[in-house]
Antibody, heavy 122, light 107 residues
């Protein structure tokens, strides 16, 4: 069974930093693209970042709203995905989902974690 | 960026009805289109990819169609568990973007 479990959310002041983690199981993590998608309270879904798989050298993509502030990374030996968030803004307040994407082209979002809540407030 | 526009934003229907939700892309995305269902307080669930292919375990009451810029999600014989918010999403290029969502409510 595919499982994705996020952690690391919490309350942080504007300008602060936070690191989210996603522990996965039930599939060959290194073969898959992985994404972070967020949802602000009462709002829709917003794609945040992508980590390509080992076969694609773990290259990354970012939404313009987070580029230069957020860094997606992974540790295949720990089957874990991370999102390092810095220079946080109040508009980054959201539920952050870890999402598995495909292991072939084109990668599609197919399995979602339950999310971890990030609140940016003074 | 490719903009995704869903219509309607909300929809009221009765148990047993058949409903259709429309998603329009601001440019040609071929069939790089996915649909998701989200129930209150829950994570989204992946329903459809490649515009019309059902993910494993998704019942055949859900169907998708379209190509290029115009797409539809149809749900037949609505049951209480189908009342949720539905999102489309393109994966033609970066950034990946979602529609604003369609809230399907019980009439």
């Amino acid at each position: 069974e595919v499982q994705l479990v996020e952690s690391g959310g919490g309350l942080v002041q504007p300008g602060g930093s936070l690191r989210l983690s996603c522990a996965v199981s039930g599939f060959a993590f290194s073969d898959y693209y992985m994404d972070w998608v967020r949802q602000a309270p009462g709002k829709g879904l917003e794609w945040v970042a992508r980590s390509r798989n080992k076969g694609n050298s773990y290259t990354t993509e970012y939404a313009a709203s987070v580029k230069g502030r957020f860094t997606i990374s992974r540790d295949d030996s720990k089957s874990s995905l991370y999102l390092q968030m810095s220079s946080l803004k109040t508009e980054d307040t959201a539920l952050y989902y870890c999402v598995r994407s495909g292991n072939n082209w084109p990668p599609i979002l197919d399995s979602w974690g339950q999310g971890t809540l990030v609140t940016v407030s003074s | 960026d490719i903009q995704m526009t869903q219509s309607p934003s909300s929809l009221s229907a009765s148990v047993g009805d058949r409903v259709t939700i429309t998603c329009r892309a601001s440019q040609d995305i071929s069939n790089y289109l996915a649909w998701f269902q989200q129930k209150p307080g829950k994570a989204p669930k992946s329903l459809i990819y490649a515009a019309s292919s059902l993910h494993s375990g998704v019942p055949s009451k859900f169907s998708g169609s379209g190509y290029g810029t115009d797409f539809t999600l149809t749900i037949s014989s609505l049951q209480p568990e189908d009342f949720a918010t539905y999102y489309c999403q393109h994966y033609k290029s970066y950034p990946l973007t979602f529609g604003q969502g369609t809230r399907l409510e019980i009439k």
